[in-house]
């Protein structure tokens, strides 16, 4: 319980001065992050896995620029999402979203509704797929955008930390990104259409 207390920076302080079980404290709270951000650019398991270590391993390496100024959970997110651009690039293809967890996907208030349904599973797999398929239409600056503030639940500010650039440009690039899915999403799905303009 006593280590639960503990803080971020207080395990990266720790970790500097020599004790890695600290780190791995880190690390347990917060690879499931970690790995649900990863999933919407990677879809092999092992390419997911390599990315999660690659991603870890370097925020140890670089554990002595963290400043403490944004949130570990921000400066991690920031390597990660590097992690997996640089990763695309070099395999010369573009991002593909990609989850198995449809509730990772799916509006958590919709999937409350539809827990009850007898069919609610096999909807929940048809909202990640659509999701998934209109997430793989957006360019990469758009993708990113959407990713952490809808799925991953990320404030305005940590986003421009995160990915350097104004919390105006943030909201630009949000404005713009949630067009975009929709119109990718009733291109795919005309039948979501009524869903896409509730929202």
Request: charge should be negative.
């Amino acid at each position: 319980m006593e280590e639960q207390a503990i803080d971020d920076a207080a395990l990266v302080r720790e970790t500097l001065a020599g004790h890695q079980s600290s780190f791995q404290l880190l690390v347990e709270r917060h690879e499931a992050r970690v790995f649900a951000l990863l999933r919407h650019y990677v879809k092999n398991p092992v390419e997911l896995e390599d990315l999660a270590q690659e991603t870890f391993l370097k925020a140890f390496k670089r554990l002595d620029s963290f400043e403490g100024q944004a949130s570990f959970y921000t400066w991690i997110y920031r390597i990660a999402v590097n992690t997996a651009l640089d990763h695309l690039k070099k395999k010369s293809r573009s991002p593909i979203a990609s989850t198995d967890d449809p509730e990772v996907l799916a509006d958590p208030q919709q999937v409350d509704a539809r827990i009850c349904a007898p069919h609610a599973a096999l909807e929940r797999e048809e909202i990640a797929r659509a999701t998934q398929a209109a997430l793989a239409k957006l360019p990469e600056i758009f993708r990113t955008v959407l990713i952490l503030r809808e799925f991953e639940d990320m404030a305005y500010q940590d986003m421009a930390d995160l990915l350097g650039i104004s919390i105006g440009t943030i909201e630009s690039r949000l404005y713009r990104a949630r067009a975009r899915f929709k119109a990718a999403l009733l291109e795919l799905h005309p039948e979501y259409g009524e869903f896409a303009d509730d929202e």
